[in-house]
Every structure is written in C-alpha cells, then in structure tokens.
C-alpha cells in the first residue's frame, strides 16, 4: 500500500500535535493541546507525555534507561565516552544497566516522582541496535507498571526490521532522528553506518540511512505509531536543508518535528567539536523553526536529555537514582496512589490554562504587536523561579493570538549566595537579548536596574501566578500602554543591548 493511501497514517500527520489550541484554533505550542483538538486515541497519548505535549512537559516527567549501549552507525557529533555530570545531551550515561536493573529504577523512581509517566530508551547507543536488551525492557515495564507510557528513540537504520515487534509491544511512541535527506549532506555528518554486517562509508552510507529511515517512518505511521522525528541543525551543513527534512517526514505522517541545536565543544571530543563546528545561536534556531512551522507541529522545549535523565524536562535528577542507590531503595509501586497524584495534577493544570474568555478579550486588542517573554520557572506552568536562582528562561510569544513557548536559554545561575556574578548577569541579558520583559518570582535590585538599563523589564507582580494567564495579563498592560501614548514599543533583536553596557556589567 502507498503510505500516502494510508488512512490512519493521514489522521496523524492532521493533527498538530503538541500545538494546536482548542481554545483559538491557533497552532500554539504555547498554549495546551485540548481534547477537542485531537481524536481522543491520539489524545490519550499525548496528553500526558512530556516531549510529544508542551503543556503537559511542565507537569509530568519521563526517564530514560540506558540499556543500549552499541550503536551502528557513527554520527559527527557523538561521542559516547565523554561523560560529565553537568553534562546534558544524547548518547551520554553514567551508568548502564541491564533490563532487570532498568525495571527496579523505573520502579523506583515512579515511587518518589509519582508524575513520571513515561519511560524511553534512547541509548546511550541506538535501541534497535541493542534489540535484545530494549525489547526485553519494554516487556518487563509494561508488566511491573502498567500506566507507564513506553517511548524510543532511534536512529532508524535498523527500524524497518522492528516495527512489527515495536507494534506488538504497545510502544506509542517512536523517535527517529533524521537529519538529512540528501546522501551528500548525510555524508558530511555520518563517517560510517554498519549494516546487514558490513561497513559502509560516504554517500553510499547516507543513501542507505535516509532509505530506512523514511521507510521506517512510513511503516510506524501506517500502524498508528506516533512518530517524532529530531534533526541536528547543523550550521552550513544542514540548516538550509532541514526545510526540506521537514516536507519529506510531514509528507510520510510525522506527528511532530524537533529541530534541536548542535552541540559542539572541542571537549566533547566528537569529530564536530574537534573540527570547531558551531551550533547555531538561538536565534537562528528560532528562525528555522519559524519557517518550518505550518508544514507540521515544532517542538520547542526540547532540552536535549541524557540518556539516562529522570524527572521533568530541564531538570536531572539521575543522580539520585544511581544502581547503588537504587537497589537499597524499598520500592512499591501503587497503581491507586499515582491515580490520585495524577488527578491532582490535572485539576491544578487546568487551572493554570487561560480561559477561552481570556484569549477571547486578549484577541479583541487587535494589535499586530508580537513579542518575546523571558520566564523563570520551576514547573508546574507557574512563574516560581528567583531570578537570580534560573538556570534556565522558557521564552514565549506573546501576541493577540495567545502565548506560545517558543524555546529556552540555558544561562549560568546568577546568584552565587551572598552575591550575584556580574559577568554571569552580562551572559544572562545576551542569552534573553530579544525579549522585552523577563518574568520572575523575585528579583535583586542591582540586575533589576541593569535589565532596565538593557531595555528589559524585570516583571515581579505575577510571581507563582499561572505563566499562560500573566503574560496575557501584562501584555494587555503593555498594549494599553502603548495606546495611551505612555511608551513607545520598540523591536528587539540580537544587537538591542548597548554595547557600553554589557562592558559595564562585565
Ligand atoms: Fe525520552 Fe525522547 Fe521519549 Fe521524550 S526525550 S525518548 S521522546 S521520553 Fe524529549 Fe529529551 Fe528532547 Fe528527546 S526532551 S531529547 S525529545
Ligand atoms: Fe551517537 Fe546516537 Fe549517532 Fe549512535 S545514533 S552515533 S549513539 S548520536
């Protein structure tokens, strides 16, 4: 059957994912994923999962077992030796941990983060290189705890020969990472792929990956799968191309598409580092997702995990989960008792959504006035983070149209105790640049002034309120304003800071 044919496969690709709004009709990875939005199979299982719901990455955490240790193919920016515990990116384990220890962690930590809803097998090679050792895990989680939703991710060279057992093993959910589809470009990014037990190099190499890799994709989306597909973006290599990556993976029924940023360090000790390749600045990732948004639902709040990370997105709590640690732990898993945490957390998040009235009054301002937020959080979708304590800002959208996140910015935390680093401050204000106001739950006098100074204001009066209702709540402030003559809106971008300034600060 042509993929294009295939009915279920067009109900996926439909859809928006993580993005669409039930309230505005909008794509928004902003705003939440309603049931309304999506055919309730779909919803169910993405209304919970972290990655695959943006709304959902602020209240429910996903672990990943590092039961896969061999990879067949070899990618330029991959090193899986290098391992540091400030670290955070693919490929990347402290530990690695046979499919029986994999199932006490998993118990373990679902008994102490009772919002751990999704387990996922991303390495620290490839899962479907390590078959075995994957398959073997899904089988064993999907008896010990039922609710768990099961997750992989894949470089996709050996998925055509597993979609039936990924099938058969109820695993919703299917990563693959496609970053070209162009054996030329694919040749600047893979030395080597091992396939049918010979090695292969160059174009032929790319050639046979991108085969599989869409061939793969199309057989997942056939039986219901819901396919994530994550590409590097590669600066001159692939930045340009990843446009049509995008077409080519919407054409065969991906549900979503995460475009995340090289990571690249001559530390990292990966072909790319060694090079100097860079990754791109966020700016320029922001600008590719733009123009990719519209073929298919962008994710936004990806943060490029370990694998072996626990806990929500953005924070990493693997450390307290070690094997040693793990098996000393006394462990129950209670079906009930997650039932009812959860139930909690549903009732809080829907609090913490906008009503259809607010978006309905926030769309009457009629203003072509779109900008960018910096917020300090925590989770939960609240504003709950001092500013001086952020390791990271999620950065919205805010426009008539509603409240979107439209990705974060990894700074170093300001405050060091009795004091706040000035230097860090001035790293600070460059990563959050292109936003007019950053939102905290506390804020010291000295950066208060010197965000003023950079044209950003520091915005304290909506601290632990709901992220999505606040930004409404100032940006209707500010558009009021902007009407009564009281200031004058000014764009942003990458060069809005004086340079005296950042001197100054630095
Ligand atoms: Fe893990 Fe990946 Fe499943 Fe999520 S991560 S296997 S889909 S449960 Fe998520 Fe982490 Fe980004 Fe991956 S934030 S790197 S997209
Ligand atoms: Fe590394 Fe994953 Fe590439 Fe294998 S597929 S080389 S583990 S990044």
Same mark, same amino acid.
């Given at each position: 059957?042509?993929?294009? =044919?295939?009915?279920?496969?067009?109900?996926?690709? =439909?859809?928006?994912?993580?993005?669409?709004?039930?309230?505005?009709?909008?794509?928004?990875?902003?705003?939440?994923?309603? *049931?309304?939005?999506?055919?309730?199979?779909?919803?169910?299982?993405?209304?919970?999962?972290?990655?695959?719901?943006?709304?959902?990455?602020?209240?429910?955490?996903?672990?990943?077992v590092g039961v896969a240790p061999a990879?067949?193919?070899?990618?330029?920016?991959?090193?899986?030796?290098?391992?540091?515990?400030?670290?955070?990116?693919?490929?990347?384990?402290?530990?690695k941990l046979t499919p029986e220890q994999a199932v006490?962690?998993?118990?373990?930590?679902?008994?102490?983060?009772?919002?751990?809803?999704?387990?996922?097998i991303?390495g620290p090679g490839d899962a479907l290189a390590n078959p075995k050792n994957t398959f073997k895990t899904f089988e064993l989680i999907?008896?010990?705890?039922?609710?768990? *939703?099961?997750?992989l991710?894949?470089?996709?060279?050996?998925?055509? =020969?597993?979609?039936?057992?990924?099938?058969?093993?109820?695993?919703?959910?299917?990563?693959?990472?496609?970053?070209?589809?162009?054996?030329?470009?694919?040749?600047?990014?893979?030395?080597?792929?091992?396939?049918?037990?010979?090695?292969?190099?160059?174009?032929?190499?790319?050639?046979?990956?991108?085969?599989?890799?869409?061939?793969?994709?199309?057989? %997942?989306?056939?039986?219901?799968?819901?396919?994530?597909?994550?590409?590097?973006?590669?600066?001159?290599?692939?930045?340009?191309?990843?446009?049509?990556?995008?077409?080519?993976?919407?054409?065969?029924?991906?549900?979503?598409?995460?475009?995340?940023?090289?990571?690249?360090?001559?530390?990292?000790?990966?072909?790319?580092?060694?090079?100097?390749?860079?990754?791109?600045?966020?700016?320029? %990732?922001?600008?590719?997702?733009?123009?990719?948004?519209?073929?298919?639902?962008?994710?936004?709040?990806?943060?490029?995990?370990?694998a072996?990370?626990?806990?929500?997105?953005?924070?990493?709590?693997?450390?307290?989960?070690?094997?040693?640690?793990?098996?000393?732990?006394?462990?129950?898993?209670?079906?009930?008792?997650?039932?009812?945490? *959860?139930?909690?957390?549903?009732?809080?998040?829907?609090?913490?959504?906008?009503?259809?009235?607010?978006?309905?009054?926030?769309?009457?301002?009629?203003?072509?006035?779109?900008?960018?937020?910096?917020?300090?959080?925590?989770?939960?979708?609240?504003?709950?983070?001092?500013?001086?304590?952020?390791?990271?800002?999620?950065?919205?959208?805010?426009?008539?149209?509603?409240?979107?996140?439209?990705?974060?910015?990894?700074?170093?935390?300001?405050?060091?105790?009795?004091?706040?680093?000035?230097?860090?401050?001035?790293?600070?204000?460059?990563?959050?640049?292109?936003?007019?106001?950053?939102?905290?739950?506390?804020?010291?006098?000295?950066?208060? =002034?010197?965000?003023?100074?950079?044209?950003?204001?520091?915005?304290?009066?909506?601290?632990?309120?709901?992220?999505?209702?606040?930004?409404?709540?100032?940006?209707?402030?500010? %558009?009021?304003?902007?009407?009564?003559?009281?200031?004058?809106?000014?764009?942003?971008?990458?060069?809005?800071?004086? *340079?005296?300034? %950042?001197?100054?600060?630095?």
């Amino acid at each position: 059957m042509d993929a294009e =044919d295939s009915g279920e496969m067009r109900v996926i690709a =439909d859809y928006k994912g993580c993005q669409s709004s039930p309230k505005n009709g909008k794509g928004s990875c902003g705003s939440q994923a309603g *049931q309304g939005d999506l055919p309730s199979e779909i919803w169910h299982k993405v209304k919970n999962h972290p990655c695959y719901s943006e709304e959902a990455h602020h209240h429910y955490a996903r672990m990943h077992v590092g039961v896969a240790p061999a990879c067949n193919i070899q990618c330029n920016y991959c090193n899986r030796k290098y391992d540091c515990a400030n670290e955070s990116r693919p490929g990347v384990v402290s530990e690695k941990l046979t499919p029986e220890q994999a199932v006490k962690k998993m118990l373990a930590v679902a008994t102490r983060i009772p919002q751990l809803t999704v387990l996922g097998i991303a390495g620290p090679g490839d899962a479907l290189a390590n078959p075995k050792n994957t398959f073997k895990t899904f089988e064993l989680i999907a008896r010990a705890a039922p609710d768990i *939703q099961l997750c992989l991710s894949t470089n996709g060279l050996d998925l055509p =020969d597993h979609v039936d057992t990924i099938s058969r093993y109820k695993i919703d959910h299917v990563t693959i990472t496609i970053n070209m589809i162009d054996p030329e470009i694919g040749a600047r990014i893979y030395p080597w792929i091992f396939f049918n037990h010979k090695r292969y190099s160059g174009i032929e190499a790319a050639k046979i990956l991108t085969i599989r890799q869409l061939q793969g994709l199309e057989m %997942l989306t056939q039986r219901g799968v819901l396919c994530k597909i994550n590409s590097v973006m590669i600066p001159g290599i692939n930045d340009q191309h990843l446009i049509e990556v995008n077409k080519a993976v919407k054409s065969r029924g991906a549900f979503l598409h995460n475009i995340m940023p090289l990571i690249s360090a001559p530390e990292h000790g990966t072909a790319f580092g060694l090079k100097g390749q860079r990754g791109p600045t966020a700016q320029e %990732l922001k600008a590719l997702q733009d123009a990719c948004e519209g073929q298919i639902n962008m994710m936004r709040h990806c943060r490029q995990c370990r694998a072996d990370a626990v806990g929500l997105l953005g924070e990493d709590r693997s450390g307290e989960f070690t094997t040693e640690k793990v098996m000393a732990m006394d462990v129950q898993y209670d079906l009930e008792a997650r039932k009812v945490y *959860q139930a909690r957390i549903e009732d809080e998040r829907a609090a913490n959504i906008a009503t259809s009235e607010e978006l309905a009054e926030l769309a009457g301002e009629m203003s072509e006035i779109n900008l960018l937020a910096a917020v300090a959080t925590k989770g939960s979708g609240l504003i709950n983070e001092h500013f001086g304590h952020a390791r990271e800002f999620h950065v919205y959208e805010i426009s008539t149209s509603g409240v979107k996140l439209v990705g974060h910015r990894r700074v170093d935390v300001y405050c060091q105790g009795e004091y706040g680093e000035e230097d860090r401050l001035a790293s600070i204000i460059r990563a959050i640049n292109d936003c007019h106001a950053v939102f905290v739950a506390k804020i010291g006098g000295c950066p208060r =002034d010197i965000l003023i100074n950079a044209g950003i204001e520091p915005v304290d009066q909506y601290a632990h309120g709901s992220i999505e209702k606040s930004a409404i709540g100032w940006f209707r402030d500010y %558009l009021h304003k902007i009407k009564s003559g009281e200031i004058l809106h000014v764009k942003r971008g990458e060069a809005a800071i004086p *340079q005296e300034l %950042l001197i100054s600060v630095a």
